[in-house]
T-cell receptor, first 115, second 112 residues
């Protein structure tokens, strides 16, 4: 079991470009969560998705950020027109069933640097 | 507001000491609490998961306790080693929510 796979591990974008972050959950997991960790800060929830559905996006900035988890393929976190303040580590986690049971597994993260 | 707080923010102790990391949460209505370890520039490794009905969990030199009524959890590390140096994160799933809420973490340094 390869665990939660995130790619790329590191991503450099110029201001105004688009960033696409990918997350493949663990085999058998149908719940995906995205978190952001700003430098020297804790992890902040962004969005919770199940296959083809956004369940909770209360942590997503209202503009420029979007997420999807299609029927086939990885979950994608998309940031349009990136700004310096988007520089952070973005972590994906997955769980096998309803999140209340716990058992989250995290990926190694994508470190986005906006120059 | 449902929040998780960890104290201290940083801790430095000599090798071999036993130590306790603290976590507090604002609402006692939780589903579970999880302790993670994060090494610099790395992802999160799950250490212990405590369901709301449990009082503690143990794994090797680690023991985590949960006191829902007081909104507290502790992570006890016995016989600390330099390899234990990392940031330790406490996270809670509050009832009515479907996401982990994290504390800011405690950065632990074990000095040889």
């Amino acid at each position: 079991n390869a665990g939660v796979m995130q790619n790329p591990r590191h991503l450099v974008r110029r201001r105004g470009q688009e960033a696409r972050l990918r997350c493949s959950p663990m085999k058998g997991h149908s719940h995906v969560y995205w978190y952001r960790q700003l430098p020297e800060e804790g992890l902040k929830f962004m969005v919770y998705l199940q296959k083809e559905n956004i369940i909770d996006e209360s942590g997503m900035p209202k503009e420029r950020f979007s997420a999807e988890f299609p029927k086939e393929g990885p979950s994608i976190l998309r940031i349009q027109q990136v700004v310096r303040g988007d520089s952070a580590a973005y972590f994906c986690a997955s769980s096998p069933w309803t999140s209340q049971g716990g058992g989250y597994t995290f990926g190694s993260g994508t470190r986005l640097t906006v120059v | 507001k449902q929040e998780v707080t960890q104290i201290p923010a940083a801790l430095s102790v000599p090798e071999g000491e036993n130590l306790v990391l603290n976590c507090s949460f604002t609402d006692s209505a939780i589903y579970n609490l999880q302790w993670f370890r994060q090494d610099p520039g790395k992802g999160l490794t799950s250490l212990l998961l405590i369901q709301s009905s449990q009082r503690e969990q143990t794994s090797g030199r680690l023991n985590a306790s949960l006191d829902k009524s007081s909104g507290r959890s502790t992570l006890y590390i016995a016989a600390s080693q330099p390899g234990d140096s990392a940031t330790y994160l406490c996270a809670v799933i509050f009832q009515g929510a479907q996401k982990l809420v994290f504390g800011q973490g405690t950065r632990l340094t074990i000095n040889p």
